[in-house]
T-cell receptor, first 113, second 116 residues
Framework: AQSVTQLGSHVSVSEGALVLLRCNYS??????LFWYVQYPNQGLQLLLK??????LVKGINGFEAEFKKSETSFHLTKPSAHMSDAAEYFC???????????FGTGTQLKVEL | SAVISQKPSRDICQRGTSLTIQCQVD?????MFWYRQQPGQSLTLIAT?????????ESGFVIDKFPISRPNLTFSTLTVSNMSPEDSSIYLC?????????????FGEGSRLTVL
């Protein structure tokens, strides 16, 4: 069975500062990894995904994530935070050839002036 | 990408009643998924709905409580039966994108239920 752990349920950064949201996965087979963002009162929107093509994945809105097998991590980063980045971010994993997506517990990002 | 519409977007329900949530997709899809997001928590898969077969439920979810219909390749419904305040959640419909196992899920905007 696969799982993801997101460290830090709440992260606060200043506008213009680096954003780092942590995600570690557990999977007995090569995983596919995803980051989603959820703005208030909205559904989930895909930010980026890792499907084994390249370890550094670039997504929308300036976000990127790096797959590190040795560390079983897929942390999400953005060089400079913007107020509009304030939202909840979910890491998710899919493994074993199935379509089931397992989500982490989420990280609420707050961006302060 | 797929465009997913859910109805209702939100509702306030009385304890003991049932509510049916509709999910309409703008393209034909094989698999549809229903997730629950309880307040302040992550998403939990309730069941997978394939057209022409019974839904497959995850551990902790049963058909009597969450009956699902999948009459065609663009539509599904989820009923929350005999509701209690613990059922207050956002219920999300999702479908797979192209790419098979590597494809992402697309989500509707969710149906926010409050049970009094």
């Amino acid at each position: 069975a696969q799982s993801v752990t997101q460290l830090g349920s709440h992260v606060s950064v200043s506008e213009g500062a680096l954003v780092l949201l942590r995600c570690n996965y557990s999977s007995s087979v090569p995983p596919y990894l995803f980051w989603y963002v959820q703005y208030p009162n909205q559904g989930l929107q895909l930010l980026l995904k890792y499907t084994s093509a390249a370890t550094l994945v670039k997504g929308i809105n300036g976000f990127e994530a790096e797959f590190k097998k040795s560390e079983t991590s897929f942390h999400l980063t953005k060089p400079s935070a913007h107020m509009s980045d304030a939202a909840e971010y979910f890491c998710a994993v899919k493994a074993g050839g199935g379509n089931k997506l397992t989500f982490g517990t989420g990280t609420q990002l707050k961006v302060e002036l | 990408s797929a465009v997913i519409s859910q109805k209702p977007s939100r509702d306030i329900c009385q304890r003991g009643t049932s509510l049916t949530i509709q999910c309409q997709v703008d393209s034909q899809v094989t698999m549809m998924f229903w997730y629950r997001q309880q307040p302040g928590q992550s998403l939990t898969l309730i069941a997978t709905a394939n057209q022409g077969s019974e839904a497959t439920y995850e551990s902790g979810f049963v058909i009597d409580k969450f009956p699902i219909s999948r009459p065609n390749l663009t539509f599904s419904t989820l009923t929350v039966s005999n509701m209690s305040p613990e059922d207050s959640s956002i219920y999300l419909c999702s479908v797979t994108g192209e790419g098979g196992p590597t494809g992402e899920l697309f989500f509707g905007e969710g149906s926010r239920l409050t049970v009094l």
